[in-house]
Structures are given as C-alpha cells and as structure tokens.
C-alpha cells in the first residue's frame, strides 16, 4: 500500500525542476485511488487487495479461479496473500482468539479431533495478532 501512495505522489509530482507544487488537485488524487479502489475489498477482519484473482485462496478453495470478485465468506485471510491486516482489524481477531481460547477450556476428553482444529485456529489468529502488534509498534517508532 506503501508503494502504491509513493506512486501517486509520483504521479502528482511537478514534472519541471521548479518548486514543488504545494496544493493538489483532487480530482487528480481521487482518479488514480479511483483506478485502485475496484480492487480493495474492506472486511471486518482485514482488508482484501483482489488484484490477482490466480493467487486469492478464497477463489482456490471454492474452485472458482476465474471469478471477478473475492467470495468474502470463503475468506481466510490469515492465509491469503492479497489480504492485510491493520490495527483497526484488531478487536476481531482478539474476540476470536478468546472465544477459541473458552471453547478450548470447555472442550472435554472426548474432543480430541475438535480441540486439534481449534488449537490450530487460535494458533492462526494469535499470529495475526501479534502481525498487527508488531507492526503497530513499528509504526510508532
């Protein structure tokens, strides 16, 4: 996302070698985020950038590889290339890995296969969050 900003900067960069251009046209800025925003997808637990259908896993996993839009409710985003996780994606992933965590605790000896597949989901979501932490913190500095 980084170096998609810095391309636009570029792009509205005064062409000359004079001084820099200090207010930007809007209707400029809002074109080249125009060209962009088919691709990003806002979830409630992270952001979707659909820019190569071949690599989106919700697409591999439904068998649908040529679909133009990602299938949301097939996404798995901690495993998906083309999907990013931000602060704002926090809150989610912190409820689901204690919700996990609940199951877990009340899971009896009977649950073996049950308790293998949520240890590995909540396993998943602790990586995503320590993902946001690490970045929050590097952000901050």
């Known amino acids: 996302m980084t170096e998609f900003f ?3 900067d570029g792009k509205l960069a005064p062409n000359d070698a004079g001084s820099p251009k200090v207010q930007r046209n809007n209707r400029e800025v809002l074109n ?3 060209k962009r925003a088919r691709t990003l997808h806002l979830g409630t637990a992270n952001y979707c950038w659909f820019t190569d259908p071949s ?3 919700c697409l591999k996993l439904a068998g649908t590889p040529d679909a133009e839009k990602p299938l949301a409710g097939m ?3 901690a495993r998906c290339p083309q999907a990013t996780h931000h602060p704002c994606h926090r809150p989610v992933w912190a409820e689901h890995a204690q ?3 609940t199951f877990l605790g009340d899971l009896g000896p009977t649950g073996k296969i049950e308790k293998a597949r949520l240890q ?3 396993d998943r979501a602790q990586r995503v969050l320590d993902a946001i932490d690490n970045d929050t913190i590097h952000e901050k500095e």
């Open 75 to 77: 996404c798995d985003s």
């Open 99 to 101: 919700q996990t965590t």
């Open 32 to 34: 080249l985020l125009t």
């Open 120 to 122: 590995a989901d909540l």
């Open 6 to 8: 810095a391309h636009i």
């Open 55 to 57: 690599r989106a896993l």
